[in-house]
């Protein structure tokens, strides 16, 4: 990036809030540690989520029933669950017709210290991850503990986690979308749990696939600057 383009990238900076998604990098250090975006808390009666257009949270649904998320949820910025996330998880699920959900890549972070309100980053090292598959979509849920943090700061791996915990995040997922009646068919399924490295080739493959999506990032300046000399 030249001198003139890193002068209005500062500039910007100054003026604009970043857009959450696209306007925020992820860390030299991904995947080993990650931008992770924080929608929701535990304590949230209502889901919130992204409005993709603007950057700003919206409020998505009142949550249906009594469950609520163990851990701060969100996703890590420039990531896409694309073609590439959709193939992986095929080749590890043997299913056909998965296709990628098409939003950031969700993450869970475990820590030990409550937060008020979502709308907010954080440094998360990834652990693991839940491998869902929403309908026909593949909807991945990488686990991370937030870093420095007390109680699971020390936890490198999933293996290592509270195995209590990790039943009430697959529990949330498997029924935050499920209707009450018995007979009410289940979309969501949760096709398997993988470890650190599992999740370090979802991530790689979800940036992939943004900047298939989207472009490369650190070009965007560059064509801020054509279009504005157009």
Known sequence: ??????????????????????????????????????EIVPTDAVKYELDKPSGHLRVDRPQRFSSMCPTPYGFVPQTYCGERVAELCEAR??????????????????????????????????????????????????IAVLEADVTYGHITDIAEAPPGLIDRLRHYFLSYKQLPQPDAPRRVEIADVYD?????????RSAEDYRTQYGAPETRIAELKRLLAG
């Open 196 to 204: 650190r490295s599992g999740a370090f080739d979802v991530i790689r």
């Open 93 to 142: 699920t043997g299913r056909k017709g998965i296709r990628g959900d098409g939003d950031p890549l969700d993450i869970c972070v475990l820590t030990e210290r409550p937060a008020a309100h979502g709308d907010f980053f954080v440094r998360a090292r990834p652990v693991g991850g839940l491998r869902m598959i929403d309908g026909d979509e593949a909807d991945d849920k990488i």
């Open 1 to 38: 990036m030249s001198d003139d383009d890193e002068a209005l990238g500062d500039l910007l900076a100054l003026l604009f809030q970043a857009h959450p998604w696209h306007g925020v990098a992820p860390f030299q250090e991904s995947p080993e540690v990650v931008n992770a975006y924080i």
